[in-house]
């Protein structure tokens, strides 16, 4: 079963060799690595050509943007399965092979996702409790964008990432590209599973909750309410979100966690915003194209 891991990546070096020695460590071998590489210099190079020995390294060129960078990977990809790691995450010795396995075991199942944690066993986010076949109301919960692996079938059905949404877009809109494509893949049939055993590493991102932590999370927040928006859902399910949110604010200023409780409500702020500017329909994305 080969696998093809498209990462796009900008402005970091250190963690991409992170990444690459995680590669590295693999017992699985069947992979290729498409890199996307937004940076204007070649601060990449060295640790490529070092890479290279050991397994197939591609290098394309894309305009600013993940779900662009995502876009141009989709369109040379050659795997049977296809993921998306972050530049900053890693792979657990023996992941690749524990996706292989659930795959191969399961011919009906479409994808796997997972959760992730830090490398002092930290989570970020409330996961889902058990594993189980996500819908469009559980996807919320049960998957990340570097935690996603899917089969060739169902990704080519999918097409491509909205590059209106997510990190470098140039909108807003700073998240919510992977659910949106999650969510199109279970319309049209998919079946993908969230498994807690599968644990991915990426570093903890909201450790505090002060002014950077609150700006990250109002571009999260945008996306994710523009997406719920253009997602078909039914006409409670914005409302009770949110609902949840506000819970969560009062329930922190009450208990005297300041800081937490105007994360929340600027959280909450930012999804209604997004959620307002998803009025008319999305095109269909496809992939980009690009020079390699």
């Known amino acids: 079963m080969k696998f093809s891991l498209i990462m796009g990546t900008l402005g970091r070096r250190d963690e991409v060799g992170h990444f690459l020695a995680s590669l590295q460590r693999q017992d699985h071998r069947d992979?290729?690595?498409?890199?996307v590489d937004q940076n204007p210099?070649?601060?990449?190079?060295?640790l490529i050509e070092q890479y290279r020995r050991h397994f197939r390294i591609m290098r394309y060129r894309s305009a600013p943007g993940l779900s662009r960078a995502r876009n141009v990977g989709l369109r040379y990809a050659t795997g049977e399965v296809i993921a998306f790691p972050d530049?900053?995450?890693w792979y657990p010795?023996?992941?690749?092979?524990y996706v292989a396995r659930r795959l191969e075991a399961e011919p009906r199942l479409d994808g796997v996702t997972g959760r992730f944690v830090d490398d002092a066993g930290r989570e970020e986010g409330r996961w889902l409790t058990h594993s189980q076949v996500l819908n469009r109301f559980s996807v919320w919960r049960g998957a990340i964008?570097?935690?996603?692996?899917?089969?060739?079938?169902?990704?080519?059905r999918i097409g491509g990432f909205d590059e209106d949404l997510g990190v470098g877009a140039g909108t807003p809109w700073g998240a919510?590209?992977?659910?949106?494509?999650?969510?199109?893949?279970?319309?049209v049939g998919g079946r993908v599973e969230f498994d807690r055993d599968l644990v991915?590493?990426?570093?903890?991102?909201?450790i505090e909750y002060g002014d950077a932590a609150i700006e990250r999370q109002r571009r999260y927040e945008a996306g994710f309410g523009r997406v719920i928006r253009r997602g078909g859902f039914p006409g409670w399910y914005f409302p009770w979100v949110c609902g949840r949110t506000l819970g969560g604010s009062l329930l922190a200023l009450a208990s005297g966690?300041?800081?937490?409780?105007?994360?929340?409500?600027?959280?909450?702020?930012?999804r209604m915003q997004g959620w307002r500017s998803g009025r008319q329909p999305a095109p269909h994305p496809q992939p980009s194209s690009t020079n390699a």
């Open 31 to 35: 992979f290729e690595l498409l890199i």
């Open 41 to 46: 210099d070649e601060r990449l190079a060295p």
């Open 87 to 89: 530049d900053d995450c």
């Open 93 to 97: 010795d023996g992941l690749l092979s």
């Open 145 to 156: 964008s570097f935690s996603i692996f899917l089969r060739r079938r169902l990704v080519e």
């Open 176 to 187: 919510g590209e992977e659910t949106e494509f999650l969510l199109r893949g279970l319309k």
């Open 200 to 206: 991915l590493g990426h570093p903890v991102k909201t």
């Open 257 to 270: 966690q300041h800081a937490r409780a105007r994360f929340k409500w600027h959280s909450l702020l930012a």
